[in-house]
Nanobody, 121 residues
Framework: VQLQASGGGLVQAGGSLRLSCAAS????????MGWFRQAPGKEREFVST????????IYADSVKGRFTISRDNAKNTVYLQLNSLTLEDTAVYYCAYGTRIARDMSAYDYWGQGTQVTVSS
């Protein structure tokens, strides 16, 4: 499975971005997709995950109510809508493809290359 993340960029605090992650090389259904992020000098952390049907989602407390994960299995793509961005959201965002919906990285077998999100004041 290859994952290509895109949509990152520079945005002012309070602004929005929409990240995309396109999967290729394998049947997209029946797998969970997740988003993680890593800020400079910090460990990679869980952001959100979605089941293959889209019916189940989990969010980190820090993004709940501001970020929305969704997926389009026909396009083999998962999205992360980022709203009300703060300086603390600055990080490289990684998408991941896994066997189950989970917060821990060990549940994900494949990772994208990451897309940079920078929030300015």
């Amino acid at each position: 499975v290859q994952l290509q993340a895109s949509g990152g960029g520079l945005v002012q605090a309070g602004g929005s971005l929409r990240l995309s992650c396109a999967a290729s090389g394998r049947t997209f259904g029946w797998h969970a997709m997740g988003w993680f992020r890593q800020a400079p000098g910090k460990e990679r952390e869980f952001v959100s995950t979605i089941s293959w049907s889209g019916g189940s989602t989990i969010y980190a407390d820090s993004v709940k109510g501001r970020f929305t994960i969704s997926r389009d299995n026909a396009k083999n793509t998962v999205y992360l809508q980022l709203n009300s961005l703060t300086l603390e959201d600055t990080a490289v965002y990684y998408c991941a493809y896994g066997t189950r919906i989970a917060r821990d990285m060990s549940a994900y077998d494949y990772w994208g290359q990451g897309t940079q999100v920078t929030v300015s004041s």
